[in-house]
T-cell receptor
């Protein structure tokens, strides 16, 4: 399968701690995107990182991309209870005609 | 919040019924997508469209069909619902004009249960 694989599958942390989530993939990509999904809702786009970029920031989010290792990480700093959600990485594989392939997601629980 | 709407949010219906799930967006996006997602699982692309009168099947085989007669509207139809169609269906849209993917905007989904 070409889909990204997230790690860990589930993560439980205390409010104020940092949360790090990882995504690995198998073939070359144009870009990689991270999404959040709250229970019972659709996905919300968080950040897009292109294959020629190594790091991007957006508020409390930091995403890195290592194309040599075919992996990406999402760091949420100073987590809040409202960050509790599932997080998905989605990859735009080269030659996929701009379709996205989603991983299985990481369930993040932030305890107040 | 993105301006993409799905109706109904929940649907419980009997086997054999014809179902249409509605999806509309007001952003003028050319690209639209339908995904199927079982609880706690990944999204599977079942249909996509890159413009009016353009539809393609996705990576996951589906008995559903779609149409794209207007830019803003991308309905999904099941001619004869079966229990195996029970799932959540998510609609999304994105900007076009580039060779690589752009961020997708999602609706809140339709949770479909076939009895």
């Amino acid at each position: 399968s070409q889909q990204g694989e997230e790690d860990p599958q589930a993560l439980s942390i205390q409010e104020g701690e940092n949360a790090t989530m990882n995504c690995s993939y198998k073939t070359s990509i144009n870009n990689l995107q991270w999404y959040r999904q709250n229970s019972g809702r659709g996905l919300v786009h968080l950040i897009l990182i292109r294959s020629n970029e190594r790091e991007k920031h957006s508020g409390r989010l930091r995403v890195t991309l290592d194309t040599s290792k075919k992996s990406s990480s999402l760091l949420i700093t100073a987590s809040r209870a409202a960050d509790t959600a599932s997080y998905f990485c989605a990859t735009d594989f080269t030659g996929a005609n701009s379709k996205l392939t989603f991983g299985k997601g990481i369930t993040l629980s932030v305890r107040p | 919040e993105a301006d993409i709407y799905q109706t109904p949010r929940y649907l419980v219906i009997g086997t054999g019924k014809k179902i249409t799930l509605e999806c509309s967006q007001t952003m003028g996006h050319d690209k639209m997508y339908w995904y199927q997602q079982d609880p706690g699982m990944e999204l599977h692309l079942i249909h996509y469209s890159y413009g009016v009168n353009s539809t393609e099947k996705g990576d996951l085989s589906s008995e559903s069909t779609v149409s794209r007669i207007r830019t803003e509207h991308f309905p999904l139809t099941l001619e004869s619902a079966r229990p195996s169609h029970t799932s959540q269906y998510l609609c999304a849209s994105s900007e076009s004009g580039r060779a690589v993917s752009q961020p997708q905007h999602f609706g809140d989904g339709t949770r479909l249960s076939i009895l």
